[in-house]
């Protein structure tokens, strides 16, 4: 399968697809950055950029513009090369990351923390996020698990995610239907975003996306394996369960840190693995560098165009994401079975 | 595969459905603050006033007209104004909408109150309970409450009233509707006067501020800052005892969410703010120079506000706490 999808898709195109994937980093991240309240000439854009914030607007560039386009990009990227992971070790295309429970145990803690114990919040909301999500995750894992021989099949996997995923979703409900009163405060661990990002956000998320995508990479040949289908990657060797262990594992790590820093935001995990599948083909090697820089500049663009959706006012780029996610996919589906 | 087409598509539908509401409510609550400044000055609901003192009083509300007989003694309320309002008038609500949380409301309604039934949350009060109180007026907000107005009708006459999302101007054309469905005008009318004289002489105790900062009044809420402008209660309010609002009214979307550079954009000389979570974008805004750069925070004058007197309170008590308190703490950081 590698060697067939090498032939269709020559080394040139995929290095195309790589630097067109870089410079649309690069020039959403320069919109962006351009981009806000306050009018910031491109001048002193490139001078926040070199290190001189001197100027009000140069210090607005370098303190609140900079981090949230890192955050986004750091975030975006991570998200699209848990996809690939997730959609390689479960052998699915529609498994996006967020199904391991992952998101849902995110938002139910800090739900829970916000409605029931305030107490709870007054630690941190990002760390309380990081508990629930690797809690949930680490249930899934745990459901997923239990058949008896076979160790970790595909399909547990999605349906232990799944179980656990709309488990906690409707708790969540609950939690909000039944205290109303503070139902304000959770409205961003629904949708999520990443317009309140700081410094202190883009240095928690840079290290763990930076070593998560790179954690990904290193799975790459034997997510190609396992592509080859369960049997034939046993034969050629591979402990599939393991690996599929280890992929759920990265999948809930990258996932647990992306949800903590911008909450949960959709769609980028699951699109971009397909738009990049349509460029590269689906050898993980490729694919998954190609993913996590598209799935940057996506990200980047998304929260760049919250700006426009109700100005002077900002969305979170979650709501940007979703709109700009699903009719893509509703175009995929439907040309897909067009192609059928 | 049909599957995967319908999923999408349906998120698709839910989303540009949900968007369109979003924006179906932020269009209608813009008609109903106007209609509510245009009631401040008499026209509107005030305009009614001499439906006082007749048995059978039509009362027109921003949701129809409603005939009320006799002097209502069974009233139930879904907002704070209202049981502000109406205790204020010697009426004690039989059923209040305090979100059950009695301290929600604030201490000097609460003492007026004395006894009532909690009909649960101001946004979906429950409708059981209100039967079972047997009112003979019901009184809930026009915006939050408009759903349930038909059901509500059919057990007692209904009012609907300005008080979420309506300035002062506003929620006094209600307080004064609500004075004639009561049957008492000339008591609502004195309260109206009343808090116009407290404001005014408010205004005049900060008279002796060097300059009158421009303030800007949000409410802050775990990974929220809701900015409210000149169309929202409390700054208009504000406005009344002479303190600019920094930013300048927007009917169409009294409240709406800021960010940073928004907000060091917009430049508040002064800040109120409601906190309803510990951690909260404040919280971690202090730590950016250009936070501490904000003429309100340069000049120490982010003050720190309850949110029940603030945001969750609006009505006559409720004005008059906003703006003693805010005099109080403009006066003490001089």
């Known amino acids: 399968m590698t060697a067939t999808v ?28 351009t981009l806000g309240a306050v009018h910031v000439p491109a001048g002193e854009v490139i001078s926040a950029l070199t290190g001189h914030a001197s100027t009000p607007g140069e210090m607005i560039v370098a303190d609140i513009r900079l981090p949230r386009v890192l955050v986004a990009l750091a ?27 992952v998101t849902a145990g995110a938002s139910f803690a800090v739900v829970l923390a916000l409605t029931v114990v305030p107490r709870l919040a007054e630690v941190s909301t990002v760390a309380l996020a990081l508990c629930g999500a690797a809690a949930a995750g680490c249930a899934v894992l745990a459901l997923a698990g239990r058949s008896k021989g076979s160790g970790l099949r595909e399909n547990r996997l999605i349906l232990g995610g799944v179980t656990v995923s709309a488990l906690l979703l409707s708790l969540t409900q609950g939690l909000i239907i039944f205290h109303e009163n503070n139902a304000e405060s959770v409205v961003y661990w629904l949708v999520g975003g990443v317009n309140l990002s700081q410094w202190r956000e883009a240095w928690t998320i840079l290290p763990v996306a930076l070593a998560g995508i790179a954690g990904c990479l290193a799975m790459a040949g034997r997510l190609n394996v396992l592509a080859l289908g369960e049997e034939m990657a046993r034969s050629l060797g591979q402990r599939v369960a393991l690996v599929r262990l280890c992929g759920a594992a990265l999948v809930i790590l990258i996932t647990g840190a992306c ?30 560098p190609v993913s996590a820089l598209f799935g940057g500049a996506l990200l980047v663009l998304a929260d760049a165009v919250s700006h426009f959706v109700n100005p002077p006012n900002e969305v979170p780029a979650g ?21 059928a | ?7 999408p598509a349906a998120i698709a539908l839910l989303l540009v459905t949900s968007l369109a509401a979003c924006g179906g409510t932020a269009g209608s609550t813009g008609s109903q603050g106007a209609a509510g400044l245009s009631g401040g000055t008499g026209g509107g609901a005030g305009g009614d006033a001499g439906q006082c003192g007749k048995t059978d009083r039509t009362i027109t509300h921003a949701l129809g007209t409603t005939t009320v007989k006799g002097d209502p003694s069974h009233v139930v309320v879904t907002e704070f104004s209202f049981a502000d309002g109406a205790s204020l008038l010697g009426v004690r609500p039989v059923g209040v909408a305090d979100d059950s949380d009695r301290n929600r409301i604030i201490e000097p309604i609460r003492e007026r109150l004395g006894d009532y039934t909690s009909v649960g949350l101001r946004k979906s009060p429950s409708l059981p309970v209100i039967a079972s109180l047997r009112p003979d ?25 300005t008080s979420q999302e309506g300035d002062l101007a506003a929620n006094i054309a209600a307080m004064r509707a609500l004075g004639q469905a009561l049957n008492r005008c000339a008591e609502m009318e004195k309260a109206v006067t009343g808090l116009q004289d407290k404001l005014a002489s408010i205004r005049t105790r900060i008279d002796g501020l060097p300059a009158k900062p421009k303030a800007l009044f949000a409410v802050a809420a775990d990974k929220t800052f809701t900015a409210h402008n000149g169309a929202a209660f409390v700054p208009s309010v504000l406005s009344a005892i002479g303190l600019e609002p920094a930013l300048p009214a927007d009917q169409a979307q009294p409240q709406a969410d800021m960010g940073l550079e928004t907000l060091v954009a917009t430049a508040p000389e002064a800040m109120f703010i409601a906190n309803y979570t510990p951690q909260n974008p404040i919280t971690a805004w202090r730590a950016n120079k250009l936070f501490a750069g904000i003429p309100a925070v340069a000049s120490n004058r982010l003050f720190s506000v309850d949110p ?15 703006a003693e308190q805010a005099a109080d703490f403009l006066l003490s950081a001089k």
């Open chain 1, 6 to 33: 090498r032939r269709r898709h020559p080394a040139r195109p995929w290095l195309t697809a790589a630097a067109g994937g870089l410079a649309l980093v690069v020039a959403a991240a320069v919109w962006h950055l």
């Open chain 1, 75 to 101: 975030v975006g990227a991570a998200l699209a090369a848990a996809g690939v992971v997730m959609q390689g070790v479960t052998g699915n295309p529609l498994a996006a990351p967020d199904l391991l429970g």
């Open chain 1, 259 to 288: 949800v903590a820093v911008a909450g949960p935001i959709g769609f980028v995990g699951l699109v971009v693995p397909h738009m990049a599948r349509r460029l590269v083909g689906s050898d993980h090697v490729r694919l998954l």
């Open chain 1, 319 to 339: 709501v940007v994401t979703a709109l700009l996610g699903a009719p893509y996919f509703v175009w995929l589906a439907r040309r897909d079975r067009k192609s």
């Open chain 2, 1 to 7: 595969m049909k599957f995967s087409i319908l999923r």
């Open chain 2, 137 to 161: 007026l019901i009184v809930i907000d026009a915006k939050r409450n408009a759903d349930i107005y038909p059901q509500l009708s059919a057990m007692a006459p209904t009012i609907a009233l």
């Open chain 2, 308 to 322: 029940d007197v603030w945001a969750r309170n609006r009505g006559v008590t409720a004005a008059e706490m906003v």
